[in-house]
Antibody, heavy 116, light 109 residues
Framework: QVQLVESGGGVVQPGRSLRLSCAAS????????IHWVRQAPGKGLEWVAV????????YYTDSVKGRFTISRDNSKNTLYLQINNLRVEDTAVYYC?????????WGQGTTVTVSS | EIVLTQSPGTLSLSPGERATLSCRAS???????LAWYQQKPGQAPRLLIY???SRSTGIPDRFSGSGSGTDFTLTISRLEPEDFAVYYC??????????FGQGTRLEIK
């Protein structure tokens, strides 16, 4: 079945880096754009970034530009999010979501906690 | 950036009643690219409606979307117990600048 599975979250100190992964299965990964969306504890959804199907176009929300890098490896059916210089306000569940009629398939999320 | 404002913040209704959720945009949503999502505690969001009024695969027909320009509505015709959740609207007409509303919590009265 169509599935997205995130991994790579954890507890990290401010200023450190982390790389999140999103493994896709059940569909032709290389044909779809993929988003990262995050949700801080008890808060709403925040769009973070998107990468187009071929990896040639990438867009970010203003608050993460320069610290977050979205990338993909279509040969491995995997999406990545490199997060540098982590801040306390980056604490959230990070979801990947497929671009299809907006966001039609979501992973279960991976939790990032930034704390000293 | 298009800002989406949802109302009410919390809606208290009983099973069997009709729910009407509102989403207002700070500027016109291009091509009617407005979606609605449902999120239950501890779960990922689920796409309900896209393109203002099209139901996603497997979504019951008690869910319907309407609207245009800056004003959009999600209607649940007869609430089932499993419908009590948080609902988010999202615009994707201003791609690649996406934005979500702050959510409406639908709770059992």
């Amino acid at each position: 079945q169509v599935q997205l599975v995130e991994s790579g979250g954890g507890v990290v100190q401010p200023g450190r880096s982390l790389r999140l992964s999103c493994a896709a299965s059940g569909f032709t990964f290389s044909s779809y754009g993929i988003h990262w969306v995050r949700q801080a504890p008890g808060k709403g959804l925040e769009w973070v970034a998107v990468i187009w199907y071929d990896g040639n176009d990438k867009y970010y929300t203003d608050s993460v530009k320069g610290r977050f890098t979205i990338s993909r490896d279509n040969s491995k059916n995997t999406l990545y999010l490199q997060i540098n210089n982590l801040r306390v306000e980056d604490t959230a569940v990070y979801y990947c979501a497929r671009e299809g009629n907006s966001m039609d398939v979501w992973g279960q999320g991976t939790t990032v906690t930034v704390s000293s | 950036e298009i800002v989406l404002t949802q109302s009410p913040g919390t809606l208290s209704l009983s099973p069997g009643e009709r729910a009407t959720l509102s989403c207002r945009a700070s500027q016109s949503v291009s091509r009617g690219y407005l979606a609605w999502y449902q999120q239950k505690p501890g779960q990922a969001p689920r796409l309900l409606i896209y393109g203002t009024s099209s139901r996603s695969t497997g979504i019951p027909d008690r869910f319907s979307g309407s609207g245009s320009g800056t004003d959009f509505t999600l209607t649940i015709s007869r609430l089932e117990p499993e419908d009590f959740a948080v609902y988010y609207c999202q615009q994707y007409g201003n791609s690649p600048r996406y934005s979500f509303g702050q959510g409406t919590r639908l709770e059992i009265k």
